[in-house]
């Protein structure tokens, strides 16, 4: 056998390779201790690893290296169709999983599911043998991966099939995927549940959620499409897509609590990225006017049906634009990216319509925050004249003590606002304590140009006229050093590199970012965000069973 190694470490895999095939038969002990695997076999796992074992001994392998496919599933549907108008015979070759056997003596049928849809197969003795047949009647399993050659045909039935003339088994699979459940009601109505409801079991195992619900693999094919319209509708507007840091020696442009890691090499602790913000802006320093990322952000803070520590993120930057300009781009962009994914602009959220047609409401903070706390945010400068205003008003809803005045007006928009803000809305102008990037508004420095727009009743994205004075973006991190305990999210180190890029000579400019997963959420009305990510952050499985013991 010749060498393999990884040619940067020189490491040797030889000594790992199996000499010769797992036995599976040899008692199931065999397989668990011979090979020191931890998995306890069910009683149904341990039927099929016996088959394994039996096609082994009969010269069948169970996982072969080559696969042959011709079609997939629709394909062979839509190209029989036109066959059958020319009276003509398709020869074609298919692959998928096995999804149900029905085996009728000399003749067996079987559905087959693959990436496009079903299909069924069609055994018959006289055509692979009665050999063969026996052997699929009593090797395969529903789940299993299999690989069918024959002639397409319609059943008196009017199913579209495949004669099978051979087939091959391309993986078996050892454990059962859940099945979907027939419920009869009382008036005799049938009701089938899906597969696998469990919403910590679907996005614990994802895999198995994919395989058994059609709809789950929709979810993410539409995710994949919302991505691919967000990017054609920038790309169209000239914006330049880049890609920054992951790892950053200095994390910044968020309110927000990093995960830490340690670089070896460089011997130096390092961030996960919270933001791309302050790279992106360095982007207009050096002349690239109008720039965007999508990709992975990280931030180390609570889990809930809209927050994942791990998020996809869409940022852009556009230079000689303010914020009133972004509003009206941001409105066209998740429009546009509703019009491409769904055919529509107008959606449904949690039996709400909403209607993203342009324009979108607009609504100051403070007239919003008046409207429905019945507190004006203007007539109280001061952190303590904010609380005991709240405090006279609304007694029996108030945060923690020792906030910062953007902090309770903060905690006004989320407990107050927000749950109204039903119907696209952008809420604009905000407290300049909690926007240490944004740009004050002319004649009053507390305030700043930042909008957020909300819809069904929750934030889609974050924009500012961004800060292009040096020395002013130097004296807000200074502040916020001060302002704020070293434990606390709202803390936001300096930036050397960022404030020396700046003194280059930064154009105006306006910024936006908004969490893609948020926008998946609304647009397939799903009411998580485990629904719309494939792997979402969960507790150890061992941990989550203590717990709920």
Known sequence: MPRACDSARGFDFAPLLPSAPPSYGEGIAGVEAGRGLMTEFTSLEKIRLQKLEELRLEGVEAYPTRARRTHTSAQAIAEFEAAEKEDRELKLTLAGRIRAMRPMGKVSFAHMEDGAGKIQLFFRLNEVGRERLELFNRMFDIGDFIQAEGVMFRTKTGEVTLHVHDFKLLAKAVSPLPAAKDETLEDGTVVRHAALEDPELRARQRYADLAVNPETREVFRKRAAIIRALRAFLDEHGFLEVETPILQPIYGGAAARPFLTYHNELEQQMYLRISFELYLKRLLVGNLEKVYEIGRDFRNEGVSFKHNPEFTQLEFYWAYADYLQVMELTEQMVSYTAQQVLGTQKITYKHNEIDLTPPWKRLEMRQGILETSGIDIDAYRTADELFQAMKERHPNRMPDVGLTRGKLVDFLLSEFLEPTLIQPTFLYNYPRDISPLAKSIPDDPMTVERFEAYTAGFELCNAFTELNDPLDQEQR???????????????????????????????????????????AMLLLDKHSIRDVLLFPALRNEEFAEKEKS
């Open 477 to 519: 991190f200074l502040e916020m050093g001060r302002d704020y305990a070293a434990d606390d999210e709202e803390k936001h180190p300096m930036d050397e590199d960022y404030l020396r890029a700046m003194r280059y000579g930064m154009p105006p400019n306006g910024g936006f970012g908004m969490g893609v997963d948020r926008l």
